[in-house]
């Protein structure tokens, strides 16, 4: 169980909200399409409960691999994909559960959805950014380093990055 727990990867939240966004879409446009919105809903389902568990237990028993997802700016951005995904879980629940789960009442997507929006807020909070603090040691040297390489093909793509090192930087004072 530990080694599934340290190779898994957050970004196992954007695999349910792809999931259950399609399969909303394959409801709405139903006929032949219904059996796949059907499957999808349920696969959702169970890639949600795997990425639930492995992300909750990850942060009480790898520490260590969260504060390597921190340091890394490709990862972070992946770190809210979970609660995110329980969100669209929720919006799934409450587009469909009257074809798929019509026993189920309304409360449970709702409750689903202002958790999961909470935690999200919780952990957009914490990271300093918009208290105005500046950014000391070696991260400042750093990000410095990462602001004067930004941008240089124009994409943009350089720029994203070294706003999630600049939270990084912050998080850590």
Same mark, same amino acid.
């Not at 796949?36 to 992300?55: H, T």
């Not at 009257?98 to 409750?111: E, T, Y």
């Given at each position: 169980?530990? *080694?599934?727990?340290?190779? #898994? +990867?957050?970004?196992?939240?954007? &695999? ?7 399969? =909303?879409?394959?409801?709405?446009? @139903?006929?032949?399409?219904? $059996?796949?919105?059907? $499957?999808?809903?349920?696969? +959702? ?7 639930? =568990?492995?992300? /909750? ?6 520490? &260590? *691999? =969260? *504060? @390597?997802?921190?340091?890394? /700016? ?25 074809? #798929? ?13 202002? /958790?999961?929006?909470?935690? +999200? ?12 603090? @500046?950014? &000391?040691?070696?991260?400042? @040297? ?6 004067? +390489? ?13 706003? &999630? ?9």
């Amino acid at each position: 169980m530990r *080694k599934l727990i340290e190779s #898994f +990867n957050p970004s196992w939240g954007a &695999a349910v909200m792809g999931t259950g966004v399609l399969s =909303i879409i394959l409801a709405g446009i @139903g006929g032949p399409f219904a $059996v796949a919105a059907y $499957v999808l809903f349920w696969l +959702n389902s169970l890639v949600l409960l795997y990425a639930l =568990i492995c992300w /909750a237990l990850m942060w009480f028993l790898t520490p &260590a *691999k =969260i *504060k @390597g997802i921190v340091d890394n /700016a490709n990862q972070l951005v992946f770190l809210p994909t979970v609660p995110v995904g329980v969100v669209v879980y929720a919006n799934n629940l409450l587009a469909l559960r009257g074809r #798929f789960v019509p026993s189920l009442p309304p409360v449970v997507p709702a409750v689903l959805w202002l /958790a999961s929006s909470l935690v +999200n807020g919780a952990a957009e909070g914490s990271g300093g950014s918009r208290h105005g603090h @500046g950014i &000391a040691g070696a991260d400042r @040297g750093r990000v410095d380093q990462c602001l004067a +390489n930004a941008d240089r093909d124009g994409s943009g793509a350089d720029v994203l990055g070294c706003r &999630a090192k600049v939270d990084v930087a912050r998080r850590h004072e």
